[in-house]
């Protein structure tokens, strides 16, 4: 065999890291066999993205940055977090720099303070519209069924639209594993369980599944997650004494099934089949007494995203491929409200579907040079409906575009792999408001020695879909937000423009990064960004801008992991025609965001602790007097802010070897979130009833403890 060349590894490097550099510069496989002997397969023939070449692991075991800036988190390799001792992806990346959640869940992840639905959420390059179970507090995705996820900020590949504010994409395996996969476990939630089979050589079924255990058995945890998700919902709102009405019976679970078929027909065919159902459901009866008799009618609430995807994947030569990827993803929310004072019932639904085509080429001219290219199509169809029993009303919407588009990115590589840059660009025709934007990517990185290099990242992007929201009550107030397409004028085409310069430093186990970025977004609407003061009924079309840094250290010791990371930015909204045409902060805009933590790692325990600080979100006070001409008198929008958010979170682990032979392993698990029970408001807005104004204040999780077991092997 012929010399074979890999870039120096780290010092203290993990063996998994390690690994998976030299995976992806050579065409090996490395298979660790025991605690002395490694594996080594030959790759069918393929090129190897040198660009996701793993410089480091980054924050803790599993996460780890690349060459072009992204951040990759292999669930496999996965330690702990602090108040986390599953890959949770979703709550793993708020722990990453830039990146947060305003309401504390994982539905709702704000990348350098874009909303949740300018993110582009990718599951097997299936976009998916549904993020979360328990409406937001669980990532809906089985993390032990992923191979990696890769999160962008900035520099998206030119192959990728929408997602003004980032991208992130969960990968799973595309060849046959060499041996048999599976684990099972359940913590106070749910219970999971997946396996993936080679059935020969060249096939591999692999199948997931998790429940909650909600509507079994109520756990303390379930009870903590319920009082916060359902808080100032109708709900809760509905046992409120003055209007004589009482929730029973209340019933909530989740599940969510995949699975995949690979097939590796030759060396150079690769037929891929995936498959995906995410559902909540949550039911409840409400009681009141009217003219002398109990009366009970029956609300609830369902959400579910189907979604399926076949890929085929050609190796013509050595040196150029193609892949044809097809898919269809539904998403579909469904809300029976029964007013049983007034004798109403309203009935909403929202309801998605996306289909897609993509050819994808790939050609390396020569050692130094690649071109990638493609096309793609979608139809993506929406449906809004609400049903109102008394009085009579019915409103049906629904609305259909069709998008094409193509794209081409040339990557070069100097003979040093010092230097590496990335353009490309990609052309967007918007059939159903007839608009055409020609959108370029940039992602360049100079390293100028061993352990300092440069990375310069921009991108225009642009997306037709978002979440709105018509009343704060819609859905029962769960999920409030429906998915609309753009219509050109009171919804316009949602455009955005990024830039962002980096440096890195790793030597001695210690890695800083810092990154200034500006990012400027136009063509929001008021109905998308949630206002609940002056502006909640109003519909304007305008723009925010947000520029900050975010930086990272991160120390390594032989068995201790400590970083901080933190975030400054400033995020202000400009609407015409609101405030005179000034800018004002946005919903969004927290000014310093920081976390400390930590890992120890002692024989077969792990222990991690972690602080997490941000400032307030803005808010809108009300002025004196509190009501003027009947309505709420608001002093300037978000001129205030709450009082800033802090919250220290606790986990550990202990590891069992069950059989050395068979290498089946068992990992208990407990975590405790807000560990000092910190009482963090994250919303407060007012309600004006029979000219008394009302403050209302939305609460962070307090104290919640989690315990979790699993089995691998």
Do not use: C
């Not at 594996?39 to 410089?55: G, P």
């Not at 008021?526 to 947000?546: D, H, I, W």
């Not at 069950?658 to 807000?674: D, F, P, Q, R, T």
């Amino acid at each position: 065999m012929d010399a074979i060349l890999v870039t120096p590894p780290t010092e203290n490097t993990s063996l998994e890291n390690l690994l998976d550099g030299f995976e992806s510069e050579t065409n090996l496989r490395f298979t660790i066999i025991n605690g002395r002997y490694i594996a080594i397969t030959v790759f069918k023939d393929q090129i190897q993205e040198l660009d996701e070449v793993y410089l480091t692991e980054y924050i803790a075991s599993g996460i780890s940055t690349n060459r072009t800036g992204q951040i990759t988190i292999k669930p496999k390799n996965f330690s702990i977090l602090p108040g986390v001792t599953e890959p949770d992806v979703l709550l793993t990346i708020q722990a990453l720099p830039g990146i947060s959640s305003i309401n504390e869940t994982v539905s709702n992840i704000n990348i350098r303070g874009g909303t949740n639905d300018q993110n582009i959420l990718l599951w097997d390059n299936i976009k998916m519209y549904q993020s979360g179970h328990f409406f937001g507090l669980i990532s809906a995705f089985n993390p032990y069924f992923l191979k990696k996820v890769t999160v962008t900020k900035n520099g998206t590949s030119a192959q990728h639209g929408d997602g003004v504010s980032g991208m992130i994409q969960m990968e799973l395996d595309a060849h046959p594993n060499d041996s048999l996969i599976a684990g099972a476990g359940m913590n106070l939630i749910h219970i999971d369980g997946f396996a993936k089979v080679q059935l020969n050589k060249k096939m591999e079924v692999q199948v997931s599944a998790r429940r909650s255990i909600t509507d079994l058995v109520e756990t303390p945890t379930y009870a903590i997650y319920f009082d916060r998700i359902f808080q100032d919902s109708d709900i809760t709102n509905n046992n409120q004494a003055t209007n004589n009405t009482t929730t029973t019976n209340r019933d909530f679970y989740f599940y969510d099934m995949s699975t995949k078929f690979i097939y590796d027909i030759s060396k150079t065919d690769n037929l891929q089949f995936s498959f995906l159902n995410i559902f909540n459901d949550l039911s409840y009866t409400e009681e009141a007494t009217l003219n002398n008799q109990r009366q009970a009618v029956n609300s609830g609430i369902t959400q579910r995203n189907f979604a399926t995807g076949l890929t085929y994947t050609r190796e013509w030569s050595p040196a150029f491929s193609t892949q044809l990827q097809f898919y269809t993803s539904n998403y579909n929310l469904e809300a029976t409200n029964f007013n049983i004072t007034d004798n109403q019932r309203l009935f909403q639904e929202n309801d998605l579907a996306d289909s897609a085509i993509k050819l994808h080429t790939k050609y390396r001219i020569n050692e130094n040079f690649t071109i990638e290219s493609g096309y793609q199509f979608s139809e993506i169809g929406i449906t809004n409906i609400q049903d109102v029993s008394n009085p009579q009303f019915r409103s049906d919407r629904k609305e259909v575009m069709r998008n094409h588009a193509v794209y081409s990115e040339v990557h070069y590589f100097s003979d040093s792999y010092r230097t590496m840059l990335t353009f490309g660009i990609r052309g967007n025709r918007y059939g159903k408001i007839d608009t055409f934007r020609f959108e370029p990517r940039l992602n360049f990185r100079q390293q100028f020695s061993n352990h300092f290099s440069l990375l310069v990242l921009g991108e225009y992007k642009s997306q037709a879909i978002s979440q709105v929201i018509d009343l704060q009550n819609d859905f029962l107030g769960i999920e409030k937000r429906r998915w609309t397409l753009a219509n050109g004028t009171s919804v316009p085409l949602i455009e955005s423009k990024q830039a962002s310069v980096g440096v890195q430093y790793n030597k001695n186990n210690l890695l800083i990064t810092a990154e200034a970025y500006v990012k400027d977004v136009d063509g929001i609407t008021t109905r998308s960004q949630g206002f609940q003061n002056q502006f909640q009924f109003v519909n304007a079309v305008g723009s925010y801008t947000t520029h900050g840094i975010d930086v990272l250290f991160n120390k390594k010791w032989h068995d201790f992991n400590t970083w901080l990371s933190y975030s400054l930015s400033k995020n202000d909204y400009e609407f015409t025609s609101l405030n005179n045409g000034e800018q004002f902060p946005n919903n969004l805009d927290i000014t310093h965001n920081l976390t400390l933590g930590g890992t120890y790692s002692w024989n077969d325990f792990e222990f991690s602790l972690g602080t997490y600080f941000r400032t307030g979100r803005p808010t809108t006070s009300v002025g004196d007097p509190s009501v003027v001409n009947g309505e709420i008198n608001y002093n300037s929008p978000n001129a205030e802010n709450l009082e800033d958010y802090f919250r220290t979170d606790f986990s550990t682990t202990y590891r069992l070897t069950l059989s050395k032979k068979k290498k089946i392993y068992a990992k208990i698990g407990l975590s405790v979130w807000n560990i000092f029970d910190q009482q963090n408001v994250l919303n407060e807005y007012y309600n004006l009833d029979n000219q008394v104004v009302s403050q209302i204040q939305n609460r962070a999780l307090g104290i919640t403890p989690n315990l979790s077991f699993r089995v691998d092997f």
